[in-house]
């Protein structure tokens, strides 16, 4: 505390000196960040040197202005770290084979050893350190979707049964996907051992279709390497360490949800902090923005201290009766590791913007709402320029009414529950909704969806969606309802294509106004699966299913993310101009699909790092053109970029500074080849950041194509 006084007795003098000046604290590890919060005011900035604090700050009432806001920050250079995890030090005993055990403190309801995550005991087991976490037909048992509400049959495969597990599952949790697009925990209310049922209390959404469910919640489930248990009556912890051997002083619990628990702001600024096992909360206030913020394992349940429902998660709320937008934001930072939804904001004109969201809801239980896994509510709300990658829930995003959701790029979705979407717009969400220029790709789910009402509500309507590239995917557009706007989108290899849906029979919308044109597609149809005619206003499409092709045979070169037409594709020049929509034409038309053959930027979704990013062709690629144009993702905030190439790593030569382009191009390359690139970031005061060395690989002559 005397760093914070002596700060604070120059601060005084300061300010009868000049009055109007802000003033600056100084918080160090061992000291209260709750101390220097109780002094500061608008225009003032709190300065945490580097360290690990384990220290919850409960902000209320904390009012900056627009032109002074009220700053919490790292300070430049050092690494300040909010640990909501304690050290458990043991002694360590032996209680069976490799599982030891300790007595604890505090309740502690995530465990880590070493940094790497414990899984909860649990059956079926399923880990994250092996990625089998994500299997949803190998992380968790079946049961049988003809079982009523309430009551569980379970369905065995293979050899893997609950009847043949000789479990007694009498008071554990079972987290049960009944309810397809929802999860629920439940305890389990009455098992006999050897049977193949259970009883639990009943779920609100439930669905005859898909049951998917494990257990966890007792020590009996504890028969594996990675696992633990927490016994709260007896304060007493069980671990199976990896290694099998005694547990020593890595391992730290979680005994903390919010470092930051604030209520009642605005103006207020967090910047450069990073957060481990916990995460910060801000209720009721506006015009907060969290910048430059790292999160890992920032939320988790609290089933191992029997609490079931919706976690403690990462939340930025506003007042009901904000106007004018409630001005909160996130940037520039990474949310990862998440058991529980990344992110939950409310209030209208929220921003996300920059972000990665990476193994995010991997138990996906009792999320808030139609549970996806970043939630933003109220309207015109902006997800914009993120990346989001290996997600469970089977819905992503969820920007609230009218949002713009743009400049994405979203993989690896919807392992742990069925139905669903990478963006999924409701009802209300869809007039003026606007989902543009993103990459939705490799994912199980739909690329984007504007979903159908619960009859009798009447459909949706307004909504649009035009420059976006979606290929791996289930589907990969859908509309429902009426009067929307489809444009300039490109999907390929997909289970099920573009589809405009003629929903009239079960919900009233038949897409009679909605108009679809300048897309390409290996199927762009009325129909989930089969060739059929658009209704609505619908020309100037390429749909494969009609020609009989493919559509990646029309692209540069798909596998090395270069979706432009290839030269002398049909695609090139067959468009029409959509007012507001098409961007400047090369040619005598526009093209067809999410990119203009010749243009002179290349645009690239998703998140961008201090380096250049996003190496096109990619990195290590062994299949690259020999017309290969080189094209990045720029440097976050970079206004210059310099191209160096050349045949070896170690003498590479300056080729372009680019400035207003992405793209450069090295001539005519050899087949069979290798070649080296890397790309540097100059900021706007000159600043270099250097990229990474790639390198990719000319396809042999013999499989080179002639249509380049």
Known sequence: MDLIRWTVRLVLVGALLHPCEAAEYSVAPGESLQAAVKRASAGDTITI????????????????????????????????LFDGTVEISGPWKRYKGNIYKTAVK????????G??????????????????????????????PTSPNGTLRDKPVGKRGLAASGFDADGAVAILNVGSWMTYARKVTGHEPGSGGFAYKKA??????????????????LDAEREWFYDRDAGALYLWAPGGKAPGKAVRGKTQSYAIDAQDCSYVRLQGLKFFGTTFR??????VTVEDCDLSFPSCSKRMLGVLGRPDATLITAPRSTRGGCGNAVVNCSIRDTDSHAIEMSGDGGLIENCCFRNIDFTVSDLPGLMVSIVMRGRGNVFRRNTVDKCGASSTISAG?????????????????????????TIGAQTGAQVRYNWFHDTVKSGARFDAPIPPRRWGHGGSMTNNVIWNAGLALMFKGERHFCYHNTAFD??????????????????????????AGDLVSGHRRRNVKIRGRCDHNWNGADKGKRLAGELRDSANLDFRPRSGSELIDSGIAVKGVTGRV??????????????????????????????????????????????????????????????????????????????FSPGQLQPGAKYYWRVDAIGPDGEVTSGTLWRFETAPKTRTSSRQ
């Open 49 to 80: 040197r580097g360290g690990r604090y384990h220290q919850q700050t409960r902000i209320a009432g904390l009012k900056g202005t627009k032109d002074r806001p009220i700053t919490i920050r790292a300070f430049p250079g050092e690494k300040v």
């Open 106 to 113: 505090s309740d502690v309801w995530q465990l880590f050893v």
């Open 115 to 144: 940094g790497e995550m414990m899984i909860p005991a649990r059956w079926p087991d399923a880990f994250l350190h092996d990625d089998s976490i994500w299997d949803m037909e190998g992380s968790r048992a079946q049961g049988d």
């Open 204 to 221: 609100p959404v439930f669905r005859p279709k898909h049951h998917y469910y494990y257990l966890e919640g007792k020590l009996d489930l």
């Open 282 to 287: 801000f209720r009721e206030s506006t015009n």
């Open 401 to 425: 009414n009218a949002p713009i959701v743009e400049l994405n790029r979203v993989s690896r979705t919807g392992y742990l529950q069925t139905d669903g979407s990478i963006t999924q717009l």
């Open 494 to 519: 997909c289970r099920s294509g573009i589809t405009v849906l003629d929903d009239s029979r079960q919900n009233g919308g038949a897409n009679e106004g909605t108009i679809t044109r300048n897309n």
């Open 586 to 663: 090369v040619g005598e038309a526009p093209d067809i699909g999410a990119y203009e053959a010749g243009a002179k930027r290349y645009w690239i979704p998703g998140r961008q790092t201090a380096r250049a990013s996003t190496a096109i062709p990619c990195d290590s690629s062994k299949t690259a053109r020999t017309n290969a144009d080189l094209m990045f993702l720029g440097g976050y905030k970079a206004v210059r970029h310099a191209v160096y190439f050349g045949r070896t790593a170690d003498k590479l030569v300056r080729k372009a500074i680019l400035t207003d382009s992405n793209i």
